[in-house]
């Protein structure tokens, strides 16, 4: 069973509201990463972070900010949200996404319902 | 850009065969590539990976293969039973900064 914790697992709220999902893991990782997932889609990197007060935009863009103040916290924060933010959140950590070659450890997602 | 491609076709195939699942990548040369489970509602799980200068990985009843020539590494599970019913993903690292990339995903059925 991987150390990674997100919560909430599932969240439902209005338009507008501003909203903090978070992250933890314990197994010391240095790399985080944020991932959205549709419904039978693919998972498009987010945010990510390769150590505490480092991060980037990943790959798809996204209006969520993140943070990295602790290395085993890595919270994504929507300041308004709207029903396009609808989605599957996964959050993944790892010592090396590099040619280091080690695996992701994600942790069960946060179902995001924006009304 | 850099793209993974999965068959996003489910596969139905019965108890007992062999399921065998294509990922095609394209614009890079991946120096790894992983493979996930994921189940519905939950985040991936990782199971094998395997290396650019490796032709095949085994694990119990998993098989990778990796075709640099071909540019596509193939999943195998033998002897499948109705609990390996899940969606398998295939990951790499990119060549811009080794961002893990994922292709879609395959759904696999496995009839009892």
């Known amino acids: 069973e991987a150390d990674i914790y997100q919560t909430p697992r599932y969240l439902v709220i209005g338009t507008g509201k501003k909203i903090t999902l978070e992250c933890s893991q314990t197994m010391g990782h240095d790399k985080m990463y944020w991932y959205q997932q549709d419904p039978g889609m693919e998972l498009h990197l987010i945010h990510y972070?390769?150590?505490?007060?480092?991060?980037e935009k990943g790959d798809l863009s996204s209006e969520s900010t993140v943070s990295r103040i602790r290395t085993e916290h890595f919270p994504l924060t929507l300041e308004s949200a709207r029903p396009s933010h609808t989605s599957q959140y996964l959050c993944?950590?790892?010592?090396?996404?590099?040619?280091?070659?080690?695996?992701?450890?994600f942790g069960q997602g946060t179902r995001l319902t924006v009304v | 850009s850099q793209k993974i491609e999965q068959n996003s076709e489910a596969l139905n195939i019965q108890e007992g065969k062999t399921a065998t699942l294509t990922c095609n990548y394209t614009n890079y040369s991946p120096a790894y590539l992983q493979w996930y489970r994921q189940d519905p509602g939950r985040g991936p799980v990782f199971l094998l990976l395997i290396r650019e200068n490796e032709k095949e990985k085994r694990k119990e009843r998993l098989k990778v293969t990796f075709d640099t020539t071909l540019k596509q590494s193939l999943f195998h599970i033998t002897a499948s039973q109705p609990a390996d019913s899940a969606t398998y993903l295939c990951a790499s690292p990119n060549n811009q900064g080794g961002k893990l990339i994922f292709g879609q995903g395959t759904e696999l059925s496995v009839k009892p």
């Open positions: 993944a950590s790892s010592e090396d996404l590099g040619t280091g070659g080690r695996e992701a450890f």
């Open positions: 972070s390769y150590g505490v007060n480092s991060t």
